[in-house]
């Protein structure tokens, strides 16, 4: 089979067998419950979701995406310095994982405005979720060493692809923070960059950097979980597309898709 010239055996861990399974389908439940109008509780979705909860512990967004990111970049940082047996895979997947966050806690702390708040409900959540995900993740291809490698090496291939994600998922947030001056609260219809073909493309970044990452592990994880994290932004970026829809009108383009040019 092709999928075994690609992939590492799966390890004889009942745990990680467990969360391959369950992070993909969570991730993709996820985006179908955005897509039905059940968002997670931050962003530009949060006053919608919690108008009605007059108990909902409110944070500012900045510290709330902090609580959600640093303990996954931490994570990173611990298994560098701890794995007893580090071999060239290894290390470049705990490395971009590292990259990864550090540059979502550097965007949270200098690129980012935010009007709104996050409810502690979802911030927590979204942090245990990522700190497991990056563990497992590590864990499963620390496993993996006991076997021999794939026939098609994809290291390479996913470093560039990572490289390629990063930087335009970065670039495209730059666009969106500088929408906004100084003090303003004001949702703007992003334009530049690839926003003027898919209203997410900060989100299709992203699965191309995921992409990258599951091809530098070649682990069944690390697919489960690229594929349960495009389902998801599959899903988010609808429900934003919507929300620009219904929030301008006839001003947000029809022909702007949601997260792939000129198919969705």
């Known amino acids: 089979m092709v999928i075994s010239l690609l992939l590492f055996p799966p390890p004889s861990s009942i745990y990680v067998t ?6 993909c389908a969570s991730l993709a439940n996820g985006g179908y419950m955005e897509i039905k109008g059940k968002h997670m509780q931050y962003s530009k979705f949060f006053d919608a979701v919690t108008a009605s909860k007059d108990r909902e512990i409110k944070l500012p967004s900045r510290i709330g995406m902090l609580i959600a990111y640093t303990p996954a970049f931490l994570a990173g940082l611990l298994a560098y310095v701890v794995l007893p047996y580090r071999d060239q895979r290894i290390l470049t997947l705990v490395s971009v994982l590292i990259v990864h966050f550090f540059k979502r806690v550097v965007e949270v702390l200098f690129v980012h ?3 709104g ?10 942090g245990l979720s990522y700190l497991i995900s990056t563990m497992t993740m590590i864990y499963a291809q620390y496993l ?3 076997f021999r490698e794939p026939a098609i090496d994809l290291k390479h291939v996913g470093i560039a692809l990572f490289v390629i994600g990063i930087v335009g998922s970065f670039y495209h947030h730059n666009i969106l923070s500088n929408l906004r001056k100084k003090g303003d609260r004001e949702y703007r219809i992003p334009k530049g960059g690839l926003f003027d073909l898919v209203i997410c493309p900060h989100y299709l970044f992203e699965i191309i950097e995921f992409i990258g990452v599951s091809c530098i592990a070649q682990t069944l994880y690390a697919l489960f979980f690229t594929l349960g994290t495009m389902f998801y932004l599959m899903g988010r970026s609808y429900a934003t597309r919507e929300w620009y829809r219904s929030k301008f009108g006839e001003k947000f ?7 792939f040019p000129y198919t969705f």
């Open 144 to 146: 993996s060493q006991e």
């Open 117 to 126: 708040s996050m409810a502690l409900d979802a911030a927590i959540p979204i």
């Open 113 to 115: 405005k935010y009007s």
């Open 253 to 259: 383009h029809k022909d702007v898709k949601a997260l």
């Open 18 to 23: 467990t969360m391959s399974i369950l992070s």
